[in-house]
């Protein structure tokens, strides 16, 4: 079994920052990859930053230069630093990881954790 944790959520006003910390634990695969994403309500979830095993990032277009995502592999962790934050950041967001092993891609989910930007 694989465990997904995240931690750094929160409220902060429109033009603050945030860092948002994913650590994972249980039968990892060597080689995966790991990503934010988020749900705001009544929305479907999106991507907001991925980052291969080797490196390889991908952030949503709506988050360029003011997301920072990076990872450190011997803790199994990935983070989210996001600045810049606008009340359209409101959402859960959920860390994930993955990997393909023997044809088949494995997909785990942390539980989410609140992020919320308002005056």
């Known amino acids: 079994q694989v465990q997904l944790v995240e931690s750094g959520g929160g409220l902060v006003q429109p033009g603050g920052s945030l860092r948002l910390s994913c650590a994972a634990s249980?039968?990892?695969?060597?080689?995966?990859?790991m990503g934010w994403y988020r749900q705001a309500p009544e929305k479907q979830r999106e991507l907001v930053a991925t980052i291969t095993s080797g490196s390889d990032i991908t952030y949503a277009d709506s988050v360029k230069g003011r997301f920072t995502i990076s990872r450190e592999n011997a803790r199994n962790t990935v983070s989210l630093q996001m600045n810049s934050l606008k009340p359209e950041d409101t959402a859960v967001y959920y860390c994930?990881?993955?990997?393909?092993?023997?044809?088949?891609?494995?997909?785990?989910w942390g539980q989410g954790t609140q992020v919320t930007v308002s005056s």
């Open positions: 994930n990881i993955a990997w393909w092993r023997g044809g088949t891609r494995y997909i785990y």
């Open positions: 249980g039968s990892i695969f060597s080689i995966y990859d």
